[in-house]
């Protein structure tokens, strides 16, 4: 049998009802869910990938990621982004970022996004630093919240590597969105950032009328 279909055999005993329940309601009844809590999903994740382990090489990852993509339940998306985090981090090639935003744009909520930000997006753009300015350009003018959110939030785990100039211009480009996960994104970003420099994010937030939504996450570390 293939990756996906050992998956999907395995994936079929573990489904609980009245977890699926909670964990859609959770998630606001946007995605379905079979009820397999994160650490039975791991687990059974991992035992698929030790079946399949010799076989498993970039190109095929990224196929097995947009054929999970396309089954219904939340699960399947979950492993697409742990497979991509565990197989394609740090090794990405160029062409990689179209299967990056496939996956931004595809099923969109926080619970995917972010983990995409953080070791997709960032990940990549760390190996191919000539596509920052074109890529976040392009995903801070897009019309869709989430490839706005995606150019926020790329440089969480860049710490001492952050560019800050650019992180404090998409922080102003959009401060005056009214959509709660930009606001709330701004605020993350430079918390996360004042870890590494917090008088800079003490006087950009000085400087700039944020939400208060952003004004308070911004500074809640300093």
């Known amino acids: 049998m293939g990756f996906v279909s050992d998956l999907t ?4 005993v573990l489904a609980h009802t009245e977890n699926a329940t909670a964990m ?16 039975q999903r791991k687990a059974g994740l ?3 990938i030790q079946l399949h382990k010799a076989k498993l090489d970039r190109k095929s990852i990224l196929a097995i990621t947009k054929t999970l993509y396309k089954l219904p339940y939340r699960e399947y998306h979950y492993c697409a982004v742990e497979l991509v985090t565990r197989f394609v981090k740090g090794k990405f090639e160029r062409e990689d970022i179209g299967c990056i935003e496939f996956l931004i744009v595809t099923h969109s909520w926080w619970d995917s996004v972010d983990m995409i930000c953080k070791h997709h997006l960032g990940s990549y753009l760390l190996q191919f630093p000539d596509q920052v300015a074109p890529i976040i350009q392009r995903y801070s003018d897009a019309d869709h919240l989430w490839l706005n959110r995606s150019a926020i939030l ?3 785990e860049y710490k001492s590597q952050t560019n800050a100039d650019l992180l404090f211009a998409l922080c102003a480009i959009h401060k005056n969105s009214t959509a709660f996960f930009i606001k709330k994104a701004i605020g993350w970003a430079l918390r996360t950032y004042s870890k590494t420099n917090p008088e800079a994010v003490q006087q950009f937030v000085a400087k700039h009328t944020l939400s208060p939504l952003s004004k308070k996450e911004a500074l809640r570390l300093v």
């Open 46 to 48: 991992k035992e698929v």
């Open 9 to 12: 055999q395995r994936f079929e």
């Open 154 to 156: 790329f440089q969480l």
């Open 24 to 39: 859609a309601a959770y998630m606001k009844d946007r995605f379905q869910f079979l009820g397999i809590k994160a650490p």
